[in-house]
């Protein structure tokens, strides 16, 4: 009865063991990466843009929403300084027609 107790003891206490040994190996990964990091950073220029920047996924839209919910096709968009130009002169208009000019 004793030797089966000290056995499954013996067995637990390696498994254990095994368990720690790879928590260690687990960190000490862990711990080279951020160094590895920490190097990279480090050899970063200060307030330089990185070399391999990613395109705006917003340049290859194909419809577009205005606030109004009225849906644009392709054709129709127009360049975004024409679009706001035109904006504010429908809101300066809405304004002239409701009197309150000048606030």
């Known amino acids: 009865m004793m030797t089966k107790f000290?056995?499954?003891?013996?067995?637990?206490?390696?498994n254990t063991e095994t368990t720690?040994?790879?928590?260690?190996?687990?960190?000490?990964?862990?711990e080279d990466q951020i160094g590895q990091l920490a190097k990279m950073i480090s050899e970063t220029p200060q307030g330089s843009l990185p070399s391999n920047t990613k395109?705006?996924?917003k340049e290859h839209v194909k419809a577009v929403t205005l606030r109004s919910e009225k849906v644009l096709a392709e054709s129709e968009k127009k360049p975004p300084l024409e679009?706001?130009?035109?904006?504010?002169?429908?809101?300066?208009?809405?304004?002239?027609k409701n009197g309150v000019e000048g606030i």
């Open 6 to 14: 000290i056995s499954v003891v013996e067995t637990r206490f390696q």
């Open 20 to 30: 720690l040994k790879n928590q260690q190996a687990s960190i000490q990964g862990l």
């Open 55 to 57: 395109p705006n996924p």
């Open 83 to 96: 679009a706001d130009k035109e904006e504010d002169e429908i809101k300066n208009s809405k304004i002239m």
